[in-house]
């Protein structure tokens, strides 16, 4: 199952921030835990997450440093600022809102169907 | 066999196709560049070889285009091409931001050189004359041996370089003129134009035999008269709220601002243009060629309808005083024009329709000037060779003898008879026969009029 792009773009944000909640972390990490988490079914396209990121950056929701890889490359890494815990929070709570909303409805619906045998 | 490309390489020319996207910077790409290898090496754990890995990778990031319109949507400044100026500008390289410290001490040079004279009591306001004859010489040097640094002119270069300007500081010194008269007001207008043809010889790094390189001297001069009138018009603005404000608690700035801004800041400008068009040669669209592009049509409408007019009334164009002089800046004009259309201009393109009109353009405009000056030469014993006559009439049959070639190599191009680099060549040619003249001017106007 893909999920439509749409749901994807929305739910990226709040991902992202809830990942950085757990700490300082950088773009290819971020990526596999979505993976991870998603159990794979939350597929983006790998670029993406860096404007993304640098979106988030500029609102003041995380902070970036340059640090090195394990291998002694350069790397960006995204950590979650005051600003950010905030906004998480709130994303959090408009979430559960269409979650439990969804939820409701989805009982309703089940009842409504057609039944199958 | 040929060996596949290394990685190294692969990765490389991945990094010079986002570097390619306006909207994509170094410190992005170097971002992408470390998720790259990352990715890579976790697919190389899994069994995939270095190809199967970077293709794998790539396709991952995304395509080019829109990873790049994604990053546009976040940078949409980036899409404006921005001039960063080295000053102050962590990443700058120290070349920029030496250059940028010697453009700005040059221009301070400058602005300290045009107040030395009041020391020894030569005053702005009573030295007129004196000033006027000799601000180019304040500057122009500071100009050339910017320049000289810039492109590394040899010292027997720079020797050689330094004559001119002697020349003219001696002309200037020592010609006995005469306050207000033509031939002191004649070096006066020829004397920057000799330095400056002069300093060319500086901004083409010696090379000024070389017409590519004149084209580019071209450019330069159009681009930083742009410049300068720009900023010409932001100190206008300056001073005037100089006045302003100093005027609303009861002062009176005027002193201040005519004796020390406006001279100082006339020649500083002339420097920080110059390092303005420098920097951003490569960043910016060049205006001059927008410029000849947005009025060619409307002076090539203006002269048709002029001359139709003129026909038509029956009308003959009064001389009086001043008129050479006008129509010598109507050809210098449509030079202008004609010359930074070539220089903006790809040579191997066919003609179009612009071309066409640029011919109009030439053509209208040497049928202008033919009436005016038929209208002088007939009338010229009247009036007997002055100073400034002459080298009004002298000036305009310089600039006839050059549009009416390029009247003629044009119409061959159009007519498909003959290349456009004809046309470009030609004018770069010419560029000396300018400096000759008024290098005559300077030097020979003078003993020959009686420094009247």
Known sequence: MDISKDLVAASATPLVLAILSKGESYGYAILKRVSLLSGGKLKWTDGMLYPLLHRLERNGYVEATWGNSETGRKRKYYRLTENGKRELVLQQEQWQVVDSTLRGIWCVAADLAPQTV | ?452
């Open chain 2, 1 to 452: 066999m040929e060996s596949p490309p290394n990685l190294e390489e692969r990765i490389g020319e991945w990094r010079s196709y986002m570097l390619g996207r306006q909207a994509v910077h170094q410190a992005d790409i170097e971002e992408l560049e470390d998720h790259l290898r990352t990715q890579m090496k976790a697919l190389g754990e899994c069994g995939l070889d270095e190809d199967e890995a970077f293709l794998v990778s790539v396709k991952r990031l995304g395509d080019l285009d829109s990873l790049s319109r994604e990053f546009a949507r976040e940078y949409s400044e980036r899409l404006w091409k921005q001039l960063v100026l080295p000053m102050g500008q962590g990443e700058a390289s120290a070349d920029g931001t030496w250059e940028a410290r010697l453009a700005v001490g040059l221009a301070i040079a400058a602005a300290v050189a045009i107040k030395v004279p009041e020391l020894f009591g030569v005053s702005v306001d009573e030295s007129y004359g004196f000033y006027l004859r000799n601000f180019s010489l304040f500057v122009m040097p500071f100009l050339a041996g910017y320049f000289a640094w810039k492109r590394r002119l040899e010292r027997m270069v720079c020797g050689w370089l330094a004559l001119p300007f002697l020349a003219g500081g001696l002309i200037v010194s020592f010609y006995p003129f005469n306050p207000g008269g033509h031939t002191d007001v004649l070096v006066a207008i020829h004397l920057p134009i000799v330095l400056w043809l002069a300093m060319g010889i500086a901004y083409t790094g010696g090379k000024w035999r070389n017409h590519k390189q004149r084209m580019n001297f071209v450019r330069f001069s159009g681009e930083w008269f742009i410049y300068y009138t720009l900023i010409a018009c932001g100190g206008g603005v300056l001073m005037a709220f100089a006045l302003f404000i100093f005027g609303a608690i009861g002062l009176d700035a005027f002193p201040l601002v005519s004796e020390w801004v406006l001279p100082c800041g006339m020649v500083g400008a002339v420097l920080i243009s110059a390092w303005l068009v420098e920097a951003k040669q490569n960043i910016i669209e060049n205006m001059a060629p927008v410029l000849t592009r947005l009025f060619t049509p409307l002076f090539t409408v203006l002269l048709l309808v002029f001359l139709i007019t003129m026909l038509w009334t029956k009308s003959v164009i009064r001389v009086e005083r001043e008129v050479l002089i006008g129509f010598d800046l109507l050809l210098v004009l449509v030079l202008g024009l004609l010359l930074y259309s070539i220089s903006a201009r790809d040579a191997k393109a066919p003609p179009d329709a612009f071309d066409g009109l640029q011919l109009l353009l030439v053509v209208s405009a040497l049928f202008v000037d033919a009436f005016a000056l038929w209208a002088i030469v007939a009338r010229i014993s009247e009036f007997g060779f002055t100073p400034n006559r002459t080298a009004a009439l002298a000036e305009n049959l310089i600039l006839l003898v050059n549009l009416g070639w390029s009247a003629v190599l044009y119409t061959r191009f159009v007519a498909k008879r003959g290349p456009f680099s004809s046309l470009e060549r030609w004018q770069t040619t010419y560029g000396p026969v300018y400096a000759v003249w008024a290098w005559i001017v300077v030097a020979v106007f003078p003993i020959l009029f009686h420094y009247r």
